[in-house]
């Protein structure tokens, strides 16, 4: 079972939300991969133009001072898992689990058997328990940060490089944590590697100056 923070879970998922595909058909990219490595949560998520991993580790510091009512220990011990997440069932899980304020660092159980994935929170004093239940989806799902790490290590100076504004318009709704953004160019017609802070990795595919997106 993974123990994570409610802001983190629901942030790392709202960040890679912002990166799947735009087509209700296309069920295989319109869904949010859930990974826990040993070491860190990944949420990622791509819509073949862009990719996006937002990451946590039971390590990190809140983003304000905040005190631990329950004094649990964060992250978990299980072996490595991962899980393909609806974009409704995401969407259903971030209502579910909007971090309450004052209480955003409440802890939420996480934990994966096969396909079906489970979150709990615990019944607190002025906060309601629940117990929630998802089917994975029966798709195979790359694992992005590989595909982040490629285009990383070919980084080379471009004198000018395209983009659909629409599209890198969603880098401006991930969380800051830790710092600015980083943009590293592999080449006119190669993507470019988005950082934000410490914990968010993406990627966006160029255009061809002049040429409609």
């Given amino acids: ?16 939300l912002h990166f799947i595909s735009p087509d209700k058909e296309d069920a295989e990219h319109r869904c949010v991969h859930l990974r826990w490595d040993g070491r860190l949560f990944h949420a990622s998520a791509t819509d073949l133009l862009r990719v996006a991993v937002s ?107 395209g983009v659909n504004m629409l599209l890198a318009m969603d880098f401006g709704r991930v969380r800051q944590r830790g710092g600015g953004a980083k943009w590293t160019f592999a080449g006119a017609d190669r993507p470019a590697v988005v950082e934000i802070g410490h914990r968010f990795v993406g990627a966006i595919q160029p255009i061809r100056l002049g040429e409609a997106a």
Avoid at 1 to 16: N, Q, V
Wanted: proline content about 8%; aromatic content about 8%; hydrophobic content about 45%.
């Fill in 55 to 161: 990451s946590w580790s039971p390590e990190d510091q809140p983003d304000k001072d905040v005190q631990d009512p329950l004094g649990v220990e964060l992250g978990s011990v299980d072996d490595p898992w991962e899980f393909l997440l609806s974009a409704d069932d995401a969407a259903h899980l971030l209502k579910a689990a909007k971090p309450i304020k004052d209480l955003e660092y409440l802890p939420l159980f996480v934990d994966v058997d096969g396909s079906v994935m489970s979150v709990k929170r615990s019944k607190q004093h002025r906060v309601p328990g629940f117990a929630l239940s998802y089917d994975g989806l029966p798709y195979g799902f790359a694992d992005l940060r590989v595909f982040v790490a490629n285009a990383m290590g070919a980084a080379e100076p471009v004198k000018e490089w």
């Fill in 1 to 16: 079972m993974l123990t994570i923070p409610s802001a983190d879970l629901a942030g790392c998922i709202a960040d890679a």
